[in-house]
């Protein structure tokens, strides 16, 4: 069983009323993963009763702003959750944390950001960093997850593919989480084992996705808008009506705090 929650489901606008950027965490077991992590993320996850110290690993698909904003906070967080003086002190000593990141430079800045504040951000822990990568690069008892790259962030002059979808593998079932994809067509080779399917609109409107997954005969699964545009913001209940008239009862549009169970 996975339990899913869209802690913001805004795309990269200025703020606004609708949500927050783009992050979502799943949970199975006792142990919690990240997908991307927008501004307010951590600090969303914790008021909702999430353990931020069960985190186990964070993906991130692109290392724009409104997918890493608050990165620096859930780690952070992490370190403050652990210290002496905190009621789980020490709760995380000696364990290995992975962050999936596509361009390390942004990492490194980061990790500068975090080593300018309070104790050198020194840690009882380890954040274990690595690129993801097309094909499987994580996998443990609870989850599989594969790269499949997309041109989000262009064609890449150097070979090195910056933005990825993931494929997202937990027992039998399938999700697959867009992260921002230039085309839908980049998701088709996921679609015909997906159950649920995550997709961005901030680049996309929903008539066009719509279509071109109806398109798709074998593809049955859940869709769930997320990462949402200036169409949906402005019309979440035309916009349902619309993607329902076009691919059925299976469409949803994701809002902030919205939790599923797969
Ligand atoms: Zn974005």
Not at 132 to 151: E, K, W
Request: aromatic share 10%.
């Amino acid at each position: 069983m996975m339990k899913l929650t869209f802690l913001g489901t805004c795309a990269g606008t200025e703020p606004q009323a609708w949500g927050h950027h783009s992050a979502l965490i799943i949970a199975i077991a006792d142990r919690l993963y990240w997908f991307d992590v927008g501004e307010t993320a951590a600090y969303t996850a914790h008021l909702l009763g999430y353990d931020l110290l069960k985190t186990e690993a964070i993906f991130i698909s692109h290392t724009h702003m409104d997918h890493i904003g608050g990165l620096p906070y859930l780690l952070w967080n992490l370190r403050k959750l652990n210290l002496p003086y905190m009621p789980q002190a020490g709760a995380i000593d000696g364990r290995r944390i992975r962050l999936f990141i596509p361009d390390v430079t942004v990492w490194q800045g980061i990790a500068q950001l975090l080593r300018g504040t309070e104790g050198n951000f020194e840690l009882a822990f380890q954040i274990e960093v690595a690129k993801p990568h097309d094909g499987l690069f994580f996998a443990n008892d609870d989850i599989q997850v594969s790269g499949f790259h997309n041109r989000h962030m262009g064609t890449p002059a150097d070979g090195v593919w910056r933005s990825f979808s993931f494929q997202i593998r937990h027992g039998t079932t399938t999700l697959v989480y867009s992260g921002d994809i230039e085309a839908v067509e980049e998701l088709l080779p996921l679609l015909p084992n997906c159950d649920l399917l995550l997709i961005e609109t901030g680049h996309h409107s929903v008539e066009a996705v719509c279509t071109r997954l109806a398109a798709e005969p074998q593809f049955t699964g859940a869709v769930y808008f997320t990462h949402n545009g200036a169409e949906i913001r402005a019309e979440p209940i035309q916009m349902l009506l619309l993607a329902r008239k076009i691919l059925g009862d299976r469409v949803y549009i994701a809002r902030d705090g919205m939790t599923i169970v797969v």
